[in-house]
């Protein structure tokens, strides 16, 4: 815990990272130091065996691709921080791809969404409202949501 802990006060004040990116980190590190911790594992002594059993748990778990690259993103600077600081000698998580992102296809309005948005009165108090309906559609294509 305490390398985990140095390693948050690193990307605080070095990396100056905000306190939700950090967060993130520490919940990320938390369950990986668990997953360690209940398999008899130390977090300074890892082989790429047990960074693969890892991302397995993860799988198995229905953890979507997104939230994997995030964690395992997390961990990775971990361990290369441990590199860096000479506490360890190598990153067992540097060989671990991250998974490839699903690919979703874009959303389109239809005729009739477009044609309401496009045939509101336009007035100045209107067209932020407006606008933000352009961007939100603009975010669903792009976003695949």
Request: hydrophobic share 30%; glycine share 2%.
């Amino acid at each position: 815990m305490k390398y985990i802990e140095k390693y948050l006060d690193y990307l605080k004040v070095v990396k100056k990272y905000s306190n939700k990116t950090i967060l993130s980190y520490y919940d990320d590190l938390i369950e990986y130091n668990e997953f360690l911790g209940n398999n008899f594992k130390n977090i300074l002594n890892i082989d790429i065996d047990i960074t693969k059993e890892y991302l397995k748990y993860l799988y198995e778990r229905g953890i979507n691709k997104n939230s994997i690259s995030r964690k395992l993103s997390s961990i990775r600077g971990f361990y290369n921080y441990l590199v860096k600081e000479e506490i360890i000698t190598s990153s067992p998580f540097n060989s671990i791809p991250n998974p490839k992102k699903d690919l979703y296809l874009p959303k389109f309005l239809n005729d009739k969404e477009l044609n309401k948005i496009l045939q509101e009165k336009i007035n100045p108090f209107n067209i932020e409202k407006k606008e933000k309906k352009y961007t939100f559609a603009i975010n669903v294509s792009e976003n695949g949501c």
